[in-house]
Nanobody
Framework: QLQLVESGGGLVQPGGSLRLACAAS????????IGWFRQAPGKEREGVSR????????NYADSVKGRFIISRDNTKNTVYLQMNSLNPEDTAVYYC??????????????????WGQGTQVTVSS
């Protein structure tokens, strides 16, 4: 059974850090680009970051560049999103997803076929 399960969300104060994890099972995880997306209340879902199948290439949205770090451990079928210097604008449900396309083509949400259920991140004092 194909599954992506996010974890690590929670409540954090502004300036704090969280590390999200996306654990995969049921498919050839190390053959897929993995992306992190987020959806804030009343807003459309947006791409946050993506990582190539080998982990050698990454990409970040401008809003998180320099604060978030994506990584993966293919031996554990897990992708991580280290989030630092969090601010209230980062409050959202965070989703991981697996793309059927290679890294350079995995730009749009529509290219991601498999999705997790999401984990809530709330940044508030």
């Amino acid at each position: 059974q194909l599954q992506l399960v996010e974890s690590g969300g929670g409540l954090v104060q502004p300036g704090g850090s969280l590390r999200l994890a996306c654990a995969a099972s049921g498919f050839a995880f190390n053959g897929h680009t993995i992306g992190w997306f987020r959806q804030a209340p009343g807003k459309e879902r947006e791409g946050v970051s993506r990582i190539s199948s080998s982990g050698s290439r990454t990409n970040y949205a401008d809003s998180v560049k320099g604060r978030f770090i994506i990584s993966r451990d293919n031996t554990k079928n897990t992708v991580y999103l280290q989030m630092n210097s969090l601010n209230p604008e980062d409050t959202a449900v965070y989703y991981c997803a697996a793309s059927l396309l290679a890294f350079d083509q995995a730009l749009r949400e529509a290219s991601y076929a498999f999705w997790g259920q999401g984990t809530q991140v709330t940044v508030s004092s």
